[in-house]
């Protein structure tokens, strides 16, 4: 009797292991990681998780080596089993598609880390998620894409951009502070930008109940689309009307929680008018370069340089474009487009008069006189050159037809003008001796 | 013979020794003459069989190369190396013991252009009239195919592979070199193979994208390997100006099952690619009508244009005139007649009727020609533009 008693207590305590073993699973990982990553052990036992018995097997699997590898990451799709709205919410904003916009494909460039295909392909697929590539990382090495792009880019697979990895402390994500590691810098300042305006002065002296932070503007009631109430891509081009209206009305939405609609409406138009007012400087410059290409005189022309990663030698002055293998005038362009016009616009929204005014619209007009100065000396340049070695008549009216053709595509002339001048050309042609 | 030799006057052992003697004299030559025999008939059937003449050339080898000079006096070919043999027939004389990619004469006929090597690198060589190599330079991957586009130009088109685990990647490469300097690479087109398909295509990699050279010498017609992932691999036909760099996409066609070679006079482009039909399709523009309701890659034009070789149908016109054994391959000369591969060995075929070729352009006319070509392919001019002035430049 005694020996049945002995073991069927034996047996009672092996089922209570096996028990526990099995609910409590991340007690095995927890043992050795408390003393190899304390830290995110640390995090994880504070955290929102850990009350709800979510461990560790439950998002980084049980794969132990493809965790060593560093292949068992765990990425936005995760946390979307259980966050659903969040994650669904994430993916259909402009932080959701981040990790497109900034990356491309590197299989033929040298030197590259191969587990950057990882970041398009899903394992095992030869087919991209997204055929969108960045010109401006696949010129970059892989080092330099992992710390100066992905860091940020990553956001639209990395829950952990914005939270942290195993803290699920909401202060973090709801201080704006936690915007500023990608949100700032020449490009797009708006942390510098929002810091000096009144918003962000009355937050810093009153408090967030007075002045509002990013959240309360672009994730209100903690929406994770913080592309609502955007009327301008990141590029600061208008939206399609009905996307434009859209966007308008949810952000009037947002002010009206402060402010009066009809001081609201008024001011974000004044911020479309100083939107559309800054593009038209952008384009006169545009225009410049570009009848520059068409006459050949850009220094180095688009085909003496090495090829655009996603345009060959091909002239490229939209978003792709590019701050290193370029003419001068287009490295002048692209801090006017790209650093000078996002401050003039974003400040405007964001109420910064100096971001607006002397960092962003001054800059832009002078950026205009260095281009339009610029256009002239490589002009002259070329007259000089002219005098010294003067094509013959055939190549003279072929880079006369060539110009006429960049033109005609870009609208410059009308059709019945090019066919015009075309015949006019191809008659000296026929009289060329 | 044997049965006799067992059972007649064969006795002792020096009548058996003088037996033996007696069959390797008389059966081996008869063995021989029965085998070439076999082969120096080339047959032909068809309504204008009749008309035609096959004259036995020369023996090749089994992955018969032939090239033969303007004016049809010589013709270079690939037998236990090159050979080079003056037509219809003659005593040949070796070039060289490597077996050869590609063979070019130069538009004079002076000088012959070979491109040598395996593995993954190739060397082009320029022999003279006596045999001499006059000029050489390496080329990093497999030449296809060479062409002279002028007395001291020579194009090449090569492929570069690189074997990676995932694939190959493929390049395709022009080379241009002038023969005093040295070969200028343009890369064509890049794309990464599966596989599968580098083993389906293994050693024929490099023909597979059978480019061509316009009359002119200034456009060339070359395919583009596509290898998506879930799909088979096909071509994409591209004709290229070479002097604008101006490319068009003529039309798609599976690996092996399409072709495509410039008219005569290089203004249309004759496409066949497995659709039951071979089209006459304009080189720069959309337009295109049908040529002969036959399948089959076309893989000759005569310098009249009006001739076809088409997978052994010889086509007049669009009709059927003569059919050669299956998959023949040929070339016509500039006077009519055509050189074929057939069985392992080369005929000339003559009777056909075709026109001889046009008398070479002078070069200045040939040079207005080129440009406003050049210029019609980068779009400077348009097509109706392109045909004024041609008609101007042609008087």
Request: charged share 25%; glycine share 8%; proline share 6%.
């Amino acid at each position: 009797m005694r020996r049945s008693i002995i073991y069927a207590g034996e047996w009672f305590f092996c089922a209570l292991v096996l028990l526990t073993a099995t609910v409590a699973g991340a007690d095995d990982c927890v043992d050795c990681h408390q003393g190899k990553t304390p830290a995110a052990v640390r995090q994880w036992q504070e955290s929102a998780h850990m009350k709800a018995k979510v461990g560790c097997r439950d998002c980084h699997g049980a794969d132990h080596a493809l965790i060593l590898k560093g292949e068992a990451r765990v990425g936005a799709k995760v946390c979307g089993k259980c966050h659903a709205k969040a994650f669904n919410e994430h993916v259909a904003s402009r932080h959701g598609m981040g990790l497109h916009s900034g990356w491309g494909c590197t299989r033929n460039l040298e030197k590259r880390d191969p587990r950057e295909c990882g970041f398009c392909h899903e394992e095992g697929s030869s087919v991209p998620k997204s055929d969108i590539q960045c010109a401006r990382f696949l010129k970059q090495s892989s080092e330099m894409g992992e710390i100066g792009c992905n860091r940020c880019h990553q956001v639209e697979s990395s829950c952990a951009s914005c939270h942290a990895a195993h803290s699920t402390d909401l202060r973090l994500v709801r201080d704006p502070a936690s915007c500023s590691p990608c949100h700032m810098g020449p490009d797009h300042p708006q942390w510098e930008m929002w810091q000096t305006s009144r918003h962000g002065v009355l937050y810093s002296t009153l408090g967030s109940k007075m002045g509002p932070d990013c959240q309360a503007c672009h994730m209100p009631k903690g929406s994770h689309d913080v592309s609502r109430g955007l009327t301008v891509t990141s590029g600061s081009v208008p939206f399609a009307s009905a996307a434009a209206k859209k966007g308008r009305a949810e952000m009037l939405a947002i002010c009206g929680d402060c402010h009066a609609p009809a001081f609201a409406a008024r001011e974000l138009a004044a911020g479309d008018a100083v939107g559309s007012q800054s593009r038209a400087i952008v384009k006169e410059a545009e225009g410049i370069i570009a009848a520059l290409n068409d006459e050949a005189v850009l220094a180095p022309m688009p085909d003496k340089r090495p090829p655009h990663p996603l345009s060959g030698n091909k002239l490229v002055l939209d978003a792709q474009m590019l701050y290193e293998d370029t003419s001068h005038i287009e490295r002048l362009f692209f801090k006017m487009k790209k650093y000078d016009l996002a401050k003039t616009v974003k400040g405007a929204y964001h109420q910064n008069a100096a971001y607006t005014h002397w960092l962003g619209n001054a800059e832009l007009k002078m950026d205009l006189i260095d281009i339009k100065s610029e256009a002239a000396r490589l002009r002259e340049r070329k007259g000089r050159g002219a005098q010294v070695q003067q094509p013959d008549e055939r190549r003279r009216i072929e880079e006369q037809l060539e110009i006429l053709k960049k033109r005609a595509d870009r609208g410059a002339i009308s059709p019945e003008e090019h066919e015009k001048e075309r015949a006019k050309l191809l008659k000296r042609f026929l009289e060329v001796k | 013979m044997v049965q006799s030799i067992k059972t007649g006057f064969v006795t002792g052992p020096w009548g058996r020794r003088t037996a033996a003697l007696l069959f390797r004299a008389s059966l081996l030559p008869a063995c021989l003459m029965i085998l070439l025999s076999g082969c120096a008939r080339l047959p032909i059937a068809g309504p204008d069989a009749n008309r035609l003449t096959s004259t036995f050339v020369t023996r090749l080898d089994a992955e018969p190369l032939f090239a033969a000079a303007p004016g049809g006096q010589k013709v270079a070919f690939s037998h236990e190396g090159v050979r080079v043999m003056p037509l219809p027939s003659g005593e040949s004389r070796p070039l060289s013991t490597e077996r050869p990619l590609a063979l070019a004469w130069s538009p004079d006929g002076g000088k012959l252009a070979v491109a040598l090597g395996s593995g993954t690198g190739s060397r082009i060589a320029v022999f003279d009239a006596a045999g001499v190599a006059v000029a050489e330079t390496p080329a990093a991957g497999l030449v296809g195919t060479i062409f002279w586009t002028g007395p001291d130009v020579l194009l090449a088109v090569t492929m570069e592979l690189e074997p990676h685990k995932f694939g190959t990647s493929c390049r395709e490469v022009l080379l241009r070199w002038p023969l005093a300097g040295a070969p200028e690479r343009t890369l064509l087109h890049e794309t990464t193979l599966k596989p599968y398909t580098v083993r389906k295509l293994s050693s024929g990699l490099a023909r597979v994208i059978s480019p061509a050279i316009s009359p002119l010498g200034d456009e060339l017609l070359y395919g583009r390997i596509q290898d998506p992932p879930e799909f088979d691999a096909y071509l994409k036909v591209i004709v290229r100006n070479l002097a604008s760099g101006a490319e068009r996409e003529v039309v798609k066609t599976a690996i092996g099952d399409g072709s495509a070679r410039f008219s005569a006079d290089g203004e249309e482009l004759m496409v066949s690619n497995g659709s039951g039909q071979i089209r006459r399709i304009a080189a720069w523009n959309e337009s295109e009508k049908p040529a002969a309701p036959f399948s089959g890659r076309v893989l000759a034009v005569s310098p009249d244009g009006r001739h076809l070789l088409a997978d052994g149908r010889l086509l007049d016109d669009g009709r059927e005139a003569a059919l050669f054994p299956p998959r023949t391959t040929g070339e016509f000369l500039d006077d009519g007649r055509l050189l074929v591969v057939a069985d392992g060995a080369l005929f000339l075929v003559s009777g056909i009727g075709a026109a001889v070729a046009e008398p070479v352009m002078p070069p200045e006319k040939l040079e207005r020609l080129r440009t406003i070509r050049a210029w019609r392919a980068a779009g400077l001019i348009s097509a109706e533009e392109y045909v004024k002035t041609k008609e101007k430049v042609m008087k």
